[in-house]
């Protein structure tokens, strides 16, 4: 199976830190890649220099098509999207309005992709006009991916979506991530929640000061006695 998404040895730095250390990894369209690791190990770095957000060296290839040198807008347009930790919401503006933002890049078929997201997430039809900025924090969360679903695309890199959020809404958001995954997307899911995380995901990937350490099946990843004892709380 040919990788919707490939990254050969990328490297970030931020002055004299080396935040990302000569990382690959490969994706398989449509599967479901957990990156883990502790705060500082580099996953949000990751990240941002595959959507070209910050400086980076290495490639990175969206089906087969190397877009190292492309910008963040036009790596979007390849259908390469990330869903940041922050958010990066619209508080003013309504949640019909913000999932509309998110089509700039693809406006023909928007009502469709619009009603598609509100299968998916009945919640936001519910509150189409409500403004943002009003929203729990699991709402505006499902906000943020919808929108990102609106750009229709063909890889979705979630940063943290789990944080912050009640246990029962993490439930929720990492059902929708599985049921995105069934429906043929691809998924690169950087997440604290390892257990959560290992449990919807295919492979996964463990990140230590730059370097991956440890990578694999996801089954075999929970099961690990160095996964279990660092990252799921269970010596």
Same mark, same amino acid.
């Given at each position: 199976m040919s990788a919707a998404l490939e990254i050969k040895?990328?490297?970030?730095?931020?002055?004299?830190?080396?935040?990302?250390?000569?990382?690959?990894?490969?994706?398989?369209?449509?599967? &479901?890649?957990?990156?883990?690791?502790?705060?500082?190990?580099?996953?949000?770095s990751i990240l941002n220099a595959a959507m070209g957000l910050v400086p980076s060296h290495g490639a990175v290839y969206l089906n087969g098509a190397d877009i190292s040198k492309m910008a963040p807008e036009e790596r979007l347009a390849?259908?390469?999207?990330?869903?940041?930790?922050?958010?990066?919401?619209?508080?003013?503006?309504?949640?019909?309005?913000?999932?509309?933002?998110?089509?700039?890049?693809?406006?023909?078929?928007?009502?469709?992709?619009?009603?598609?997201?509100?299968? &998916?997430?009945?919640?936001?039809?519910?509150?189409?006009?409500?403004?943002?900025?009003?929203?729990?924090?699991?709402?505006?969360?499902? &906000?943020?991916?919808?929108?990102?679903?609106?750009?229709?695309?063909?890889?979705?890199?979630?940063?943290?979506?789990?944080?912050?959020?009640?246990?029962?809404?993490?439930?929720?958001?990492?059902?929708?991530?599985s049921e995105l995954r069934n429906s043929g997307l691809t998924v690169l899911l950087v997440e604290q929640n390892a257990k959560a995380a290992l449990r919807v995901a295919d492979s996964g990937m463990v990140l230590d000061l730059g370097k991956i350490t440890l990578r694999g099946d996801a089954e075999l990843l929970a099961a690990d006695p160095r996964v279990v004892a660092t990252y799921l709380g269970e010596a």
């Open positions: 040895g990328l490297r970030v730095s931020y002055g004299r830190l080396q935040a990302v250390d000569q990382v690959d990894l490969s994706i398989p369209e449509g599967g &479901l890649q957990a990156l883990l690791g502790s705060n500082g190990a580099g996953k949000s390849r259908g390469l999207c990330l869903v940041p930790e922050q958010r990066f919401l619209f508080g003013t503006m309504t949640v019909s309005e913000n999932l509309e933002l998110g089509a700039w890049r693809r406006r023909e078929g928007v009502r469709s992709r619009l009603e598609r997201v509100y299968e &998916l997430l009945p919640r936001l039809r519910e509150r189409a006009r409500q403004k943002a900025g009003t929203m729990s924090g699991g709402e505006r969360q499902m &906000l943020a991916i919808g929108r990102a679903l609106m750009s229709d695309p063909k890889v979705l890199m979630l940063d943290e979506p789990s944080l912050g959020l009640a246990p029962l809404i993490v439930r929720d958001i990492l059902t929708l991530i």
